[in-house]
């Protein structure tokens, strides 16, 4: 098994008993509330996001909690930029970070830049050939990068409880397997609620969704969601026809990164058998 290197641990700052109480006492609160208190609390804070609504909303929440602070933004930002995301989606990343004068840090696979730098360094359509280190490739390696190099100690997700799936039972403040610790600010709201606030506020969003989509992925993995399903089918047009429902960056780390590492070390060792 491949062991933890220095940027992968990230110490938690908080026992399983403060992790407890501090959920006791964020249970039911705004996201204003959970936001406040992050600040406040946590070091090292970044916001992981895609900049769907749920990121964006929470985007524009800790604007105004800057704003509150006499401070331009408090928390910065980090763009997951696959390669393979809609056009929109990346324009969004930076009309966001530019309204609100955020920092704005984006990072891609590893050693590519481009679409096509990544088709001829790791094969095309690895997403079909393999999935998993595709994911690996394009979300967790990438992560752990930014986390290593900006000193990163916990992150704001958009991840919600109404979204369903493995998100159904999310805590406000959950640490991962590397000490990570995640804040899921919008836990307790809606889909509506979201997009309620987002009319509201006139906060800027991705044009794709005034064409009826409500997750927004990869070009490959995304599609109209179920019009039948409510809250939960939010995600439904991710992966269709799969039993997926995450892109890795919330599955365990060092489980993904030895599997990927075993398999580049299988097709290395082959690559060598092959040329004896």
């Known amino acids: 098994m491949s062991q933890a290197g220095p940027s992968d641990d ?10 407890q109480k501090i959920n006791a006492e964020l249970d039911g609160k705004s996201p204003q509330d959970i936001l406040r208190w992050a600040v406040d609390n946590v070091r090292g804070l970044y916001q992981t996001t895609a900049f769907g609504l749920t990121g964006l909303a929470a985007l524009d929440m800790l604007s105004k909690i800057s704003l509150e602070r006499n401070e331009t933004h408090l928390v910065p930002l980090i763009f997951l930029d696959t390669l393979h995301h809609f056009p929109q989606s990346v324009e969004l990343s930076q009309t966001a970070a530019d309204n609100y004068l955020a920092p704005l840090h984006t990072y891609t696979p590893p050693g590519v830049s481009t679409q096509a730098e990544f088709t001829a360094k790791y094969g095309d359509k690895l997403w079909e050939s393999d999935e998993a280190s595709y994911d690996y490739l394009v979300k967790v390696e990438p992560a752990a990068r930014a986390y290593a190099e900006l000193g ?5 997700t958009g991840r ?3 979204q369903g799936a493995d998100r ?24 509506k609620e979201v997009k309620d606030y987002i009319d509201k506020e006139g906060v800027p969003y991705n044009p794709l969704l005034d064409q009826g989509y409500r997750s927004i992925g990869d070009v490959h993995s995304t ?3 179920d019009p039948s399903q409510a809250d939960a ?3 439904s047009g991710r992966w269709q026809g799969k039993s997926k429902t995450e892109c890795g960056l919330h599955s365990n780390y060092f489980e993904m990164k030895q599997r990927f590492e075993q398999k580049q070390a299988g097709e290395e060792a082959s690559a060598v058998e092959g040329k004896a």
């Open 168 to 191: 159904a039972e999310l805590r406000v403040v959950e640490v991962d397997e590397r000490g990570l610790i995640k804040i899921n600010p919008l836990i307790f709201w809606s889909f």
């Open 152 to 156: 990163v100690k916990a992150v704001i």
């Open 10 to 19: 990230l110490r938690p700052q908080f026992t399983s008993e403060e992790l």
């Open 223 to 225: 599609a109209l969601p």
């Open 233 to 235: 089918g939010e995600r």
């Open 160 to 162: 919600r409880r109404s």
